[in-house]
């Protein structure tokens, strides 16, 4: 589901880039659809992965998706267009669902534009499932940071915030499933993230940090409640009627 969500993107041109710890077997697809490549790559690590996945790419827009995911019908038009309007911003994020195992929605978040700059003091509300990245400031930043194994993404989106201000766009981009062993459940359990904010943050800042985190760790909570405020957006039925199945 996840390569046919990339696949059946409207008035996009895509390629898409499968990689494995080990042999693949091609999946069925649609004449239609842009060739997927396969690569098979052995080390361990999803940020090495995806790394790889992004390795020598000729697009001036990349992105990932993790197999569970799916991106919402016409979301890579829409974010394509942001990006080329603003030629100095390194990335685009848009708003998330979150379905379970079963595909039904659990949460819907609207992260805002505040959300890029909230990155060094609290929880990450940018998601990552949506947003589309500018090769070249990817390039800049070194890529995803291999010894990071959940909070990748938060460190990527500093950096490129440090760049510049990436575009919000106020529209559904994707789907995030959540399940226990889906990354954001594992971010829930661990203190890596505070290790990449507090690597982020200034003189000031970090001196200050004991007095002004547990206000943002009351931030954090009351907008993560708040992505579960029912009711939820409809789900999206304009590209694939499977859009919240397995």
Known sequence: MAVRSIAEQPDVRVRIRIVSRSAIVPIDSDPTWAPIEYVVHEERGLSSAINRGLQGA??????WLGD???LSP????????????????????GRTRYIDANGDTIGFSRPTRFAQEYLRFGKNFVPQPGSILRASDL?????????????????????????????????????YRLHNDS???????NEEAEGVRRSHLGRVAGM??????????????????????????????????????P
């Open 139 to 175: 390039e800049r930043i070194g890529g995803l940071r291999l010894d990071l194994a959940n909070s990748m993404d938060l460190h990527m989106f500093i950096n490129l915030r440090n760049l510049a201000r990436g575009v919000y766009r106020p529209v559904e981009l994707a789907a």
């Open 68 to 70: 569970d995911d799916l």
């Open 183 to 189: 990354i954001t459940v594992a971010k829930g359990l």
């Open 208 to 245: 200050t940090r004991a007095i002004w985190r547990p206000a943002t760790r009351l931030i954090d909570r009351l907008l993560d409640k708040a992505t579960r405020v029912l009711p939820y957006p409809p789900i999206p039925r304009r590209g694939f009627s499977e859009y919240t199945k």
């Open 74 to 93: 016409g979301s890579l038009a829409a974010s394509l267009r942001s990006l080329v309007s603003s030629p100095g911003a390194p990335f685009v994020y």
């Open 58 to 63: 000729r697009e001036e827009f990349v992105t």
